[in-house]
């Protein structure tokens, strides 16, 4: 399978305790990014990368959450201290921009839900 | 900023009866427009889109047609199945960075 893949699937943890999600994006895809997505909502942007380059990141990333992409591969989330409201399902997309085949289309990953107690 | 409001579910519906989801949205430029769709258990894929004013996008029996002038991207289907329970989310893109707005989905359950 050459999709997204996310790890792990599913995260049940205590209230301060700090978690880390990986994502592995489609190969060549040279975007990524983290979308957040709460129980009946859409999927809200977090933050996303060109190779290992940050280049946005959404007022909902508070100090306590950090992204990161070292080799322009994969990408870790991590959330310290964690909260029950950072109980989600964190979703990881990619894109290999291109004029000539471009559709802005984002291959999404089937994400990692988050549960705090 | 950018920003997607689409009809509140959930929606029910039965077989072979006819489906719309209703879409607006609102941009400072001239984005694309998606549906995506979320399968039970399943991540989000794409539906259908469209890259300008007119366009219109299809697939699976499923159409929506951007239009620039009411700022919506209806997305219809004329005879629904089963398989068609999701979630649909209708999203808007910026050219430059690819980031999408997500409207809040709409939950479409079809009964046999």
């Known amino acids: 399978d050459t999709g997204v893949s996310q790890d792990p699937r599913h995260k049940i943890t205590k209230r301060g305790q700090n978690v880390t999600f990986r994502c592995d994006p489609i190969s060549e895809h040279n975007r990524l990014y983290w979308y957040r997505q709460t129980l009946g909502q859409g999927p809200e942007f977090l933050t996303y990368?060109?190779?290992?380059?940050?280049?946005?990141k959404s007022r909902l990333l508070s100090d306590r959450f950090s992204a990161e992409r070292p080799k322009g591969s994969f990408s870790t989330l991590e959330i310290q201290r964690t909260e029950q409201g950072d109980s989600a399902m964190y979703l990881c997309?990619?894109?290999?921009?291109?004029?000539?085949?471009?559709?802005?289309?984002?291959?999404f990953g089937e994400g990692s839900r988050l549960t705090v107690l | 900023g950018d920003s997607v409001t689409q009809m509140e579910g959930p929606v029910t519906l039965s077989e072979e009866a006819f489906l719309t989801i209703n879409c607006t949205y609102t941009a400072t430029g001239y984005p694309s427009l998606f549906w995506y769709v979320q399968y039970p258990g399943e991540g989000l894929q794409l539906l259908l889109k469209a890259t300008k004013a007119d366009d219109k996008g299809s697939n699976k029996g499923f159409e929506a047609t951007y239009r620039k002038e009411t700022t919506s991207f209806h997305l219809e289907k004329g005879s629904v199945q089963v398989s068609d329970s999701a979630v649909y989310f209708c999203?808007?893109?910026?050219?430059?960075?690819?980031?999408?707005?997500f409207g809040a989905g709409t939950t479409v359950t079809v009964r046999a």
């Open positions: 999203a808007l893109s910026d050219r430059d960075d690819y980031k999408l707005s």
């Open positions: 997309a990619s894109i290999r921009p291109s004029r000539q085949a471009n559709t802005g289309e984002l291959f």
């Open positions: 990368f060109q190779n290992e380059a940050q280049l946005e």
